[in-house]
């Protein structure tokens, strides 16, 4: 934030261009993505609409199977985006829970 600030100076509001090109992310699904920027929009898309498959589709653009997807490797893989008491299908995660 503080190089947005400093790049937009004399802006009266700061925009995607004030900030570092490696904070530029895209907040789209993109299939030819690599797995682990593919695994990173899905898991900030999730986060974002409390876990929610079918609002996390709409917020990236990526088809339902997909999300759903890759939200079960987020979770074998141990990068669940849930937290603490959070519950999942009506049954509290007892992942998330401990």
Do not use: C, I
Not at 12 to 23: A, G, K
Not at 73 to 96: N, T
Request: hydrophobic fraction near 40%; charged fraction near 25%.
């Amino acid at each position: 934030m503080r190089a947005a600030y400093l790049l937009g100076r004399g802006s009266e509001e700061l925009q995607v261009e004030h900030l570092p090109e490696s904070s530029r992310v895209s907040l789209r699904f993109e299939p030819r993505a690599d797995p682990a920027t593919q695994l990173r929009v899905v898991e900030w898309a999730l986060w974002r609409t409390g876990d929610h498959v079918a609002q996390a589709t709409k917020l990236v653009g990526a088809s339902r199977n997909t999300v759903s997807g890759l939200r079960a490797e987020l979770r074998r893989g141990g990068r669940g985006v849930l937290l603490p008491g959070m519950v999942l299908g009506g049954k509290q995660d007892k992942a998330a829970a401990s």
